[in-house]
C-alpha cells in the first residue's frame, strides 16, 4: 500500500484519533489517486490507514487507527454503526444510522425512514464504499437504499453534485409516513432537505412539546417539527409555524391534518423570519413560546462573527416578543459556532433586550447521531430552553 508521509509534529493530531489529515500536514505522498494508504509519521512509524482525496483540501480521511481497512473491516464498521441503533426496519421509527467521522466512517451519512435508508456520501471514500454499503444495508434488513448527492460538498472531493438516486431493493413510496414520539410525519426522500428529514432534532422536539404552552411561534419551522409536538400539548392553545419554503409549509399542513390538529389551532406563515420577527415585534405582538432553528449561519471558522451577529439579531427580537415567564427554544447547528459562544451571543441578547432569562435545559443532536469525543467538530448541533423572568 502507498504511503503518506506527515510533516513533523503533524502526527499529534492522528494520534489523538482526529480522522482528518490537511494538504499542509503532508511531507511526501506516494499516491495521487483515491484509494487507500497507509498514514506514518515523519520518522516512519505507522499511524493509521487513510482513504486519499487529490482533490480535497482534506486530503486523507484515516478510516482506520488499528488494522488494515479491507472489505471485512469495513463491512464490520457498517454493521457496527447500523447494529448499535437497534433500529427495527419493520417498524415506523426513523433513525441515523451511519454517522459518518463519528462513526469512523468518513463522509458517510445512513438515514433510516420506516425501514427506507437515504445515503448522503460526502467523501471520495464514502463515494467508492457505496456498492460494500449498499450491500450491508440490503443484507440487514432495508427495504430500500437510495441516495441523495444534492450536496454541495460534494464539489470540494471532485464529487458530482447530482439528485435523488433509487439504488436497491422497492422503490421508496412518494412520502413516507414516519412516526417520532407519538407524532407522525411525513418525508419525501426525494425534494425535502437533507436526507428528506432533520433526525437530529428529534430530542430537542420531544423537550420542548413538553415545555410549550399558550400562543407557541415556531422559527424556521421547516415542515412543522417543533410545532406539531407543541400541538399535541394540552397547554397549548395555537401554533403559528414560519419558514421562507412554501414547500415545507405545504408538506407541514398535510402533517398537522395526519396528526388530527384541530383547524384553529395551527397556521402558516410562508415569511423570512427575519423580517417577520420585525413586523411582529412593530405591531406588538407577543407569544409565549418560541421556537428558533435557523439554518447554518457559519460555513466555516471565518464566518463566526458574522453568524454570532445573525443569531444575536434573531434571538434579540424573540426575546423582546416573549411574555413574561414564557419559554424561548433557541438552537444552532454551525460547528463553527461553539456551546461556550453561543451562549455569550444569547446571554448578549438578554442583555441588550433587558431581560433575564434562565436555563431550563441544554440539548444535543439526538443519541442516534453520537458525537466521537476525538472529533470535535462532530458536535455541531446545540440548543438552549430558557424561562424569561417575571
Ligand atoms: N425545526 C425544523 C428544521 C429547521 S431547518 C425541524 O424540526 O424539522 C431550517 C429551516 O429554515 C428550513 O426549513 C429553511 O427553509 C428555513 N429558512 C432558512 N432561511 C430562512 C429565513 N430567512 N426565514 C425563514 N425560514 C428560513
Redesign the pocket.
Given at each position: 500500500m502507498k504511503k503518506v508521509v506527515l510533516q513533523k509534529g503533524r502526527e499529534h493530531s492522528v494520534l489523538r484519533r482526529h480522522p482528518w489529515i490537511f494538504s499542509g500536514a503532508i511531507k511526501t505522498s506516494e499516491s495521487s489517486k483515491p484509494e487507500m494508504v497507509e498514514v506514518v509519521s515523519f520518522n516512519g512509524e505507522r499511524l493509521g490507514f487513510g482513504f486519499n482525496s487529490p482533490s480535497s483540501q482534506i486530503r486523507v480521511r484515516i478510516v482506520s487507527f488499528k488494522a488494515e481497512p479491507t472489505r471485512d473491516y469495513l463491512k464490520a464498521k457498517i454493521l457496527e454503526a447500523v447494529s448499535s441503533r437497534k433500529y427495527d426496519f419493520s417498524s415506523s421509527q426513523a433513525r441515523r444510522l451511519i454517522n459518518a467521522e463519528n462513526d469512523d466512517l468518513p463522509g458517510l451519512v445512513a438515514d433510516a425512514y420506516a425501514g427506507h435508508v437515504v445515503l448522503q456520501l460526502t467523501s471520495k471514500f464514502a463515494a467508492d464504499t457505496q456498492a460494500l454499503i449498499v450491500e450491508t444495508l440490503m443484507e440487514s434488513g432495508a427495504k430500500s437504499v437510495s441516495e441523495r448527492s444534492d450536496v454541495e460538498v460534494r464539489a470540494k472531493e471532485g464529487l458530482e453534485v447530482g439528485g435523488f438516486a433509487f439504488l436497491a431493493g422497492s422503490e421508496p413510496p412518494e412520502t413516507i409516513e414516519i412516526e417520532e414520539s407519538g407524532v407522525k410525519f411525513l418525508i419525501d426522500v426525494r425534494k425535502g432537505?437533507k436526507t428528506g428529514?432533520?433526525l437530529d432534532?428529534r430530542a430537542a422536539?420531544k423537550a420542548v412539546g413538553e415545555y410549550a404552552f399558550g400562543k407557541v411561534l415556531n422559527c424556521?419551522?421547516?415542515?412543522g417539527?417543533?410545532g406539531h409536538y407543541a400541538a399535541k400539548n394540552a397547554a397549548v392553545t395555537h401554533v403559528l409555524q414560519?419558514?421562507?419554503?412554501a414547500e415545507?409549509l405545504k408538506r407541514g399542513r398535510e402533517i398537522m391534518a395526519l396528526n388530527a390538529c384541530p383547524e384553529e389551532k395551527m397556521t402558516f406563515e410562508e415569511?423570512?423570519?427575519?423580517k417577520f420577527l420585525r413586523a411582529c415585534r412593530d405591531q406588538g405582538k407577543s407569544f409565549d413560546t418560541i421556537v428558533l432553528?435557523?439554518?447554518k449561519f457559519a460555513e466555516s471558522k471565518s464566518q463566526v462573527m458574522k453568524a454570532a451577529r445573525g443569531y444575536k439579531d434573531i434571538n434579540l427580537l424573540a426575546m423582546k416578543l416573549l411574555k413574561p415567564g414564557g419559554i424561548l427554544a433557541t438552537f444552532s447547528c454551525s460547528s463553527a459556532m461553539t456551546s461556550d459562544l453561543f451562549d455569550k451571543v444569547v446571554s448578549e441578547a438578554a442583555a441588550d433586550a433587558k431581560a433575564s432569562f434562565r436555563i431550563l435545559a441544554r440539548t444535543l443532536q439526538a443519541d442516534d447521531h453520537p458525537v466521537s469525543i476525538s472529533f470535535p467538530e462532530g458536535q455541531y448541533l446545540k440548543g438552549l430552553i430558557l424561562r424569561k423572568a417575571l
Open positions: 432537505h428529514y432533520y432534532q422536539r424556521f419551522s421547516y415542515t417539527g417543533f414560519v419558514d421562507v419554503s415545507a415569511a423570512d423570519v427575519f432553528d435557523p439554518p
